[in-house]
């Protein structure tokens, strides 16, 4: 009796994890997406909500070059996905309808992690002080 009762908690405990009650989740609730996908770096997180940065080229029609800019928008985090996304990861979010004045994407999924980032540059700032100390 004891068995089936642990086995009915942890088979409810696995659908908590995989369904939410978020109606403006994409994968769980109502919210429809459309239109543009960006992808970019967690700067802020928030309850419900994370703030996203990337770059991108802007085209200067005066000097006719391109500039790096950078862009900041706000998502929504469904409550499903709270728990995996953390500041500096890697996510890609879809445009759906305005949820509220400044929030007008959701986050689709987790690209990668803060972690495999600060490796990669890690390895790089080794080899970099490495040369810079050589006697030549």
């Known amino acids: 009796m004891k068995n089936k009762e642990a086995k009915n908690k942890m088979e409810m405990e696995k659908v908590v994890e995989t369904q939410c009650n978020d109606r403006d989740c994409p994968i769980h609730g109502r919210l429809k997406t459309h239109g543009r996908i960006f992808e970019g770096e967690v700067i802020k997180k928030f309850p419900r909500r994370v703030a996203i940065e990337f770059e991108r ?66 390895n790089k700032g080794e080899q970099g002080e490495s040369k810079k100390w050589q006697k030549k």
């Open 57 to 122: 080229m802007i085209k200067s029609r005066k000097f006719e070059r391109y500039f790096k800019g950078k862009t900041k928008l706000h998502a929504r985090l469904s409550v499903c996905m709270e728990s995996q996304i953390q500041m500096g990861d890697y996510i890609k979010i879809k445009e759906c309808r305005p949820l509220s004045k400044i929030i007008h994407f959701v986050v689709i999924q987790k690209i990668r992690s803060k972690d495999i980032k600060e490796d990669k540059k890690d």
